[in-house]
């Protein structure tokens, strides 16, 4: 039986260095953040040199909240992105119209319908799971119970809320997820990553892959 393989995404990337740095510690894809409150915010003139120094087979995913239509096409014309990431209020329909493979992101709290969710958002690629902040979109660094995962859901999962290395092993082995996603926990400060951070996050979801049962 061939082992899961989780795969990782580190999201809220600033520049072109820490992407490279990010592929060689061994992401499958980086998160550039078009959303204007977030202190991990890229224009998309900027976000087009992050994503051109991206390697070959490394995702580079786009970040959005409550944008309009216009505007995420108006990245799409600079930035050559390979994945969509709705974390507002968007409905299915809207995440579906820009001819590239999207997720959607869930805030996940006491009486969260994930079921509901994942049946009414069944042509995302993945359902994201975060933490349920008020007033806050994600990048809280904040954790959520992971228990309220259902052991099914109609979509891969990608697991995000407040990872670090001292935890992502534990979130693993909890839910299974397809995927993690994490910013604030390989940073220094907020919104700054740091590259050794990042490669022992990395090693820690390596480490969790090689003991299922740990």
């Given amino acids: 039986m061939i082992a899961h393989r989780t795969r990782i ?3 809220g990337i600033r520049d072109p260095l820490m992407a490279i740095a990010a592929a060689k510690a061994g992401a499958d894809a980086i998160g550039l953040v078009f959303h204007e409150a977030s202190p991990r915010a890229v224009e998309p003139v900027r976000a ?5 120094a991206v390697p070959a087979f490394v995702c580079v995913a786009g970040l959005f909240v409550n944008r309009d239509a216009a ?5 799409l014309e600079h930035v050559p992105l390979g994945l969509l990431q709705f974390h507002g209020d968007e409905p299915p329909e809207f995440c579906d119209q820009f001819g590239l493979p999207w997720i ?10 994930l079921i509901e969710c994942g049946d009414r958002f069944s042509r995302a690629a993945a359902m994201l799971l975060d933490a349920q902040v008020p ?3 994600g990048g809280t660094g904040t954790a959520f119970d992971w228990s309220l995962v259902p052991p099914t859901l109609a979509r891969p999962v990608v697991l ?16 299974r997820p397809w995927a993690v996603d994490v910013s604030s926990g390989v940073e220094v400060a907020r919104g700054v990553k740091d590259a050794a951070l990042i490669e022992k996050f990395v090693r820690s979801v390596r480490d969790a892959d090689a003991r299922p049962g740990g």
């Fill in 48 to 52: 087009r040199d992050i994503a051109r």
């Fill in 71 to 75: 505007y995420v096409r108006t990245v």
């Fill in 160 to 175: 995000s809320g407040g990872l670090d290395v001292g935890n992502v092993g534990g979130a693993i082995r909890a839910v």
């Fill in 135 to 137: 007033g806050q979109f």
């Fill in 9 to 11: 995404k580190i999201c």
């Fill in 104 to 113: 959607r992101a869930f805030r996940v709290g006491p009486g969260t319908d």
